[in-house]
């Protein structure tokens, strides 16, 4: 998922499938499922103050998703870098 705040939009542009136990990202299995989504005011603001608060959580921790850091996310999560 592409979220542009900017441009006020949401783009599904990969899915997550389970394999097994395994998420593997893939692209969406039909043309209807990539889809973009407009977003209103309100919600750029409501995700604006998450990612803020977000940042501030990482800062605080020492968690700035340098390499190394511990992820709560599976990997395939954008913004997660794992340990290795």
């Known amino acids: ?30 043309d209807g499922s990539a889809a973009t989504i407009g977003l209103d005011r ?5 995700l604006r103050e998450h990612k803020a608060r977000q940042d501030a959580e990482r800062e605080a921790a020492g968690r700035s998703g ?4 511990r992820c709560s996310r599976p990997s395939w999560a954008s ?6």
């Open 1 to 30: 998922m592409n979220v542009d705040l900017d441009a006020q939009e949401l783009t599904v542009a990969k899915e997550i499938v389970v394999d097994g136990w395994t998420p593997v990202e893939d692209v969406p299995k039909t």
């Open 42 to 46: 309100a919600t750029v603001q409501a």
């Open 66 to 69: 340098s390499r190394g850091t």
């Open 79 to 84: 913004g997660c870098t794992p340990t290795s």
